[in-house]
T-cell receptor
Framework: GENVEQHPSTLSVQEGDSAVIKCTYSDSASNYFPWYKQELGKGPQLIIDIRSNVGEKKDQRIAVTLNKTAKHFSLHITETQPEDSAVYFCAASILGNTPLVFGKGTRLSVIA | DAEITQSPRHKITETGRQVTLACHQTWNHNNMFWYRQDLGHGLRLIHYSYGVHDTNKGEVSDGYSVSRSNTEDLPLTLESAASSQTSVYFC??????????????FGPGTRLTVL
C-alpha cells in the first residue's frame, strides 16, 4: 500500500521568510496530492491540492510542486505570517479509488 | 450551512467499556472516514465508508467498528475500550462526484481518554 513520508517534523521561520515542506510517496499509481492545515484545537482543512497531470500549482502565497519521476511533492509558503503557524499534512491517493494516506505532519512556527 | 459535527467533543471512560463516537454530516457526501491522531503518528485511518451499508477497514481498525445505515451518519464504536485508544478522533467526509477533487472535510474532533 501507499506510504507517505513528510519532512521536517518541525520548522521555525522568521516572519516574511519562506517555508518549504517536503513529502515522498511510494505508490507510482497515486495521482492526487492534497495539503491540509490544522490549527490548534481544530480539524485539518484543505489548503491546496495537485493532480499528477500538473507539475505546479499556486494560490496566492502558497504553491505545491510535484515530481512524478522522483515521487515527491513539496509545499512552499512565501512571505510567511504568524497566522501560518499550524501543523501541515501532506497526503496521497488514487483519486476516487483509494483513501488518502497522510504524512505524519510538520509543525510550522512563524516567529514575529 | 452544511457542516460536519462530532459528539461528544470530550469523553472520559474506563477500560473495558463500550464507547460510541458520533459523526453527522449534512453535505449528503457519499464518503465518510474516521481517523485517530496521535503525537508522532499523524492521521491514521480507522474505518471508512463509500456509501450506505458499505464499510471498509483502514490501517488501524482493530478494536473499532462502524456501521452506515444512512448517508449522514457514521458512528464509531470501541467495543471494549483500552488505554491505547486514548487519542483524538476525527471524522471526515468527501464526495468524488465533485469533479477532479477528493477534498475531505473534517469535523472538530473528539478527545477520548480511557482510564
Amino acid at each position: 500500500g501507499e506510504n507517505v513520508e513528510q519532512h521536517p517534523s518541525t520548522l521555525s521561520v522568521q516572519e516574511g521568510d519562506s517555508a518549504v515542506i517536503k513529502c515522498t510517496y511510494s505508490d507510482s499509481a497515486s495521482n492526487y496530492f492534497p495539503w491540509y492545515k490544522q490549527e490548534l484545537g481544530k480539524g485539518p482543512q484543505l489548503i491546496i491540492d495537485i493532480r499528477s497531470n500538473v507539475g505546479e500549482k499556486k494560490d496566492q502565497r502558497i504553491a505545491v510542486t510535484l515530481n512524478k519521476t522522483a515521487k515527491h511533492f513539496s509545499l512552499h509558503i512565501t512571505e510567511t505570517q504568524p497566522e501560518d503557524s499550524a501543523v501541515y499534512f501532506c497526503a496521497a491517493s488514487i483519486l476516487g479509488n483509494t483513501p488518502l494516506v497522510f504524512g505524519k505532519g510538520t509543525r510550522l512556527s512563524v516567529i514575529a | 450551512d452544511a457542516e460536519i459535527t462530532q459528539s461528544p467533543r470530550h469523553k472520559i471512560t474506563e477500560t473495558g467499556r463500550q464507547v460510541t463516537l458520533a459523526c453527522h454530516q449534512t453535505w449528503n457526501h457519499n464518503n465518510m472516514f474516521w481517523y485517530r491522531q496521535d503525537l508522532g503518528h499523524g492521521l491514521r485511518l480507522i474505518h471508512y465508508s463509500y456509501g450506505v451499508h458499505d464499510t471498509n477497514k483502514g490501517e488501524v481498525s482493530d478494536g473499532y467498528s462502524v456501521s452506515r445505515s444512512n448517508t449522514e451518519d457514521l458512528p464509531l464504536t470501541l467495543e471494549s475500550a483500552a488505554s491505547s485508544q486514548t487519542s483524538v478522533y476525527f471524522c471526515a467526509s468527501s464526495d468524488p462526484r465533485e469533479l477532479g477533487t477528493d477534498t475531505q472535510y473534517f469535523g472538530p474532533g473528539t478527545r477520548l481518554t480511557v482510564l
